[in-house]
Every structure is written in structure tokens, then in C-alpha cells.
């Protein structure tokens, strides 16, 4: 009972357009940004978005 299993290859590419579009206003950015660091920040103005491709 020794079965490989080949994971498909991931398309990083595809992966970021659907983070850039789900999380292209800056509110729904700053309430994700707030809920994983346990930060409590409220001007989504003052956000720095940096891309890498």
C-alpha cells in the first residue's frame, strides 16, 4: 500500500490576481491586515501595498 502521490504545479501567477481582486479595496485589505496580526488600525489610506510578480 505504497501510493505516491504528484501534487499538481502551483500557478503563483493566478493565485495572486485572485488575492489582488479580492482584496482590491483597501478596507477589506485593512480588516484582513487587522485580523492576522491582531492589529487595531482604522485609515486604510495609510496602507503600503507592495507587489512582487
Known amino acids: ?4 502521490t504528484q ?3 502551483v ?6 490576481r485572485i488575492f489582488a481582486m479580492l482584496y482590491s479595496d483597501r478596507k477589506d485589505l485593512l ?3 487587522n485580523a ?5 488600525y ?4 495609510l ?3 507592495f507587489q512582487r510578480f
Do not use: F
Open 31 to 33: 480588516d484582513l491586515y
Open 36 to 40: 492576522v496580526s491582531g492589529k487595531h
Open 11 to 16: 500557478n503563483r501567477l493566478y493565485k495572486s
Open 47 to 49: 496602507l503600503e501595498i
Open 1 to 4: 500500500m505504497n501510493q505516491t
Open 42 to 45: 482604522e485609515d486604510p489610506e
Open 7 to 9: 501534487m499538481q504545479p
